[in-house]
Nanobody, 121 residues
Framework: QVQLVESGGGLVEPGGSLRLSCAASGTIFRIKSMGWYRQAPGKERDLVASMSNGGVTDYVDSVKGRFAISRDNARNTVYLQMNNLKPEDTAVYYC???????????????WGKGTLVTVSS
């Protein structure tokens, strides 16, 4: 099974910055994309940012211009640089990898356990 481990969460004041990291390990044939989702209490888990192996990125509108996703494909690592953080960014952030463990298997989502980001003064 693919294992994802996040780090970098914490408490930050509004306007501050954090950088999240996630490393994927385990039996992987091909990861097609990696990204970050977040879930606030009482809310759905929603996409924050993702990046395909080809470098195509996707961001939720509310973070465009503030967050930047990057990947080190050779290390199966994904980062999320979060700038100008707002209280509404407070959530548990989950690392995501989408792909397959063998050539003939189905593509599926793999998830980290999450790291808490709290934006508060």
């Amino acid at each position: 099974q693919v294992q994802l481990v996040e780090s970098g969460g914490g408490l930050v004041e509004p306007g501050g910055s954090l950088r999240l990291s996630c490393a994927a390990s385990g039996t992987i044939f091909r990861i097609k994309s990696m990204g970050w989702y977040r879930q606030a209490p009482g809310k759905e888990r929603d996409l924050v940012a993702s990046m395909s192996n080809g470098g195509v990125t996707d961001y939720v509108d509310s973070v465009k211009g503030r967050f930047a996703i990057s990947r080190d494909n050779a290390r199966n690592t994904v980062y999320l640089q979060m700038n100008n953080l707002k209280p509404e960014d407070t959530a548990v952030y989950y690392c995501n990898a989408f792909g397959r463990i063998t050539q003939g298997s189905m593509d599926m989502d793999y998830w980290g356990k999450g790291t808490l980001v709290t934006v508060s003064s």
